[in-house]
Antibody, heavy 122, light 111 residues
Framework: EVQLVESGGGLVQPGGSLRLSCAASGFTFSSSWMHWVRQAPGKGLVWVSRIKTDGTTTYYADSVKGRFTISRDNAKNTLYLQMSSLRGEDTAVYYC???????????????WGQGTLVTVSS | QTVVTQEPSLTVSPGGTVTLTCASSTGAVTSDYHPNWFQQQPGQAPRALIYSTSNRQSWTPARFSGSLLGGKAALTLSGVQPEDEADYYCLLYYRAAQLWVFGGGTKLTVL
């Protein structure tokens, strides 16, 4: 069974930093692109970042570029999101998401964690 | 800035059929955008329904189907059940920019 379990959320002051973790199990983590997606309270889903299977390639939404860093440890089956220079608008539930490219080239964004809440406030 | 647009809200009667759409500000949505669809119940994490336009997840009921319709990605629910009342989101992949973009979501009411 695929499981994605996020941790590390909490209350942080504006300008502060926080590191989120996502523990993965039930699939070959090192073969999967991984994403972070966030959802502000009462708002829609927003894609944040993704990372290649081996960690060598990363992409970011413009809203977090230069402030957030995605990384992974394939030996520990863990995905990370280092967040710095946090702002009020970063307040959201952050979801860890697995994306799979199938043998026929289709893209399946199939599995989501339960999310971890980050609150940026003084 | 790339924008993906969905109907903000739709209402359907139990047993009826409804189609949700997903449009791109850059032009017609094709299979190259690998449209994915998600359902989110209140207070829960999103759940994947459809990937790469029309492929159901193993847990997705057959009454959910995905397609391309008039230059948009579409999600059709046939024989709607009360438990289908939820928010639905589409996700498109913009290969050239290496970005993923969600639609704003559709709130589906079953009434």
């Amino acid at each position: 069974e695929v499981q994605l379990v996020e941790s590390g959320g909490g209350l942080v002051q504006p300008g502060g930093s926080l590191r989120l973790s996502c523990a993965a199990s039930g699939f070959t983590f090192s073969s999967s692109w991984m994403h972070w997606v966030r959802q502000a309270p009462g708002k829609g889903l927003v894609w944040v970042s993704r990372i290649k299977t081996d960690g060598t390639t990363t992409y970011y939404a413009d809203s977090v570029k230069g402030r957030f860093t995605i990384s992974r440890d394939n030996a520990k089956n863990t995905l990370y999101l280092q967040m710095s220079s946090l702002r009020g608008e970063d307040t959201a539930v952050y979801y860890c998401v697995r994306a799979e490219v199938t043998g026929t080239g289709m893209v399946n964004v199939g599995y989501w964690g339960q999310g971890t809440l980050v609150t940026v406030s003084s | 800035q790339t924008v993906v647009t969905q109907e903000p809200s739709l209402t359907v009667s139990p047993g009826g059929t409804v189609t949700l759409t997903c449009a791109s500000s850059t032009g017609a949505v094709t299979s190259d955008y690998h449209p994915n669809w998600f359902q989110q119940q209140p207070g829960q994490a999103p759940r994947a329904l459809i990937y790469s336009t029309s492929n159901r997840q193993s847990w997705t009921p057959a009454r959910f189907s995905g397609s391309l319709l008039g230059g948009k990605a579409a999600l059709t629910l046939s024989g709607v059940q009360p438990e289908d009342e939820a928010d639905y989101y589409c996700l498109l992949y913009y290969r050239a920019a290496q970005l993923w973009v969600f639609g704003g979501g559709t709130k589906l009411t079953v009434l």
